[in-house]
């Protein structure tokens, strides 16, 4: 399984930005998409993930109400819509590729140990 993850840059607070993670080599159609994000001398966390089909769709709360996930299947690619951006949403963002199994738990879908593949990260920041 490869991914890549594109679409960060530098914005103002309040702007937008679509990160997009493209993904291949699946052998099973049964699989979620996370997003994760890592900020300077900070832990990683979770902020959005997905299943393959699109129909299960979770969010941290840093995120719930601002970003928003979608998947893509006829271009095996994932998107993060962020709106109303903060500076504290400065970070670093990863995709990363999981058994589909992995959002069936609360604390599953935003362990990172349970993800298996990853990303290489996107710069993203948000200046005040």
């Known amino acids: 399984v490869q991914l890549q993850a594109s679409g960060g840059g530098l914005v103002q607070a309040g702007g937008s930005l679509r990160l997009a993670c493209a993904a291949s080599?699946?052998?099973?159609?049964?699989?979620?998409i996370g997003w994760f994000r890592q900020a300077p001398g900070k832990a990683r966390e979770g902020v959005s993930c997905?299943?393959?089909?699109?129909?299960?769709?979770y969010y941290t709360d840093s995120a719930k109400g601002r970003f928003t996930i979608s998947i893509d299947n006829a271009k095996n690619t994932v998107y993060l819509q962020m709106n109303s951006l903060k500076p504290e949403d400065t970070a670093v963002y990863y995709c990363?590729?999981?058994?589909?199994?992995?959002?069936?738990?609360?604390?599953?879908?935003?362990?990172?140990?349970?993800?298996?593949?990853w990303g290489q990260g996107t710069q993203v920041t948000v200046s005040s």
């Open positions: 990363a590729a999981a058994p589909g199994s992995t959002l069936l738990s609360t604390r599953g879908r935003w362990t990172a140990a349970n993800y298996h593949y």
């Open positions: 080599g699946f052998t099973s159609n049964y699989y979620a």
């Open positions: 997905i299943s393959s089909s699109g129909v299960k769709i």
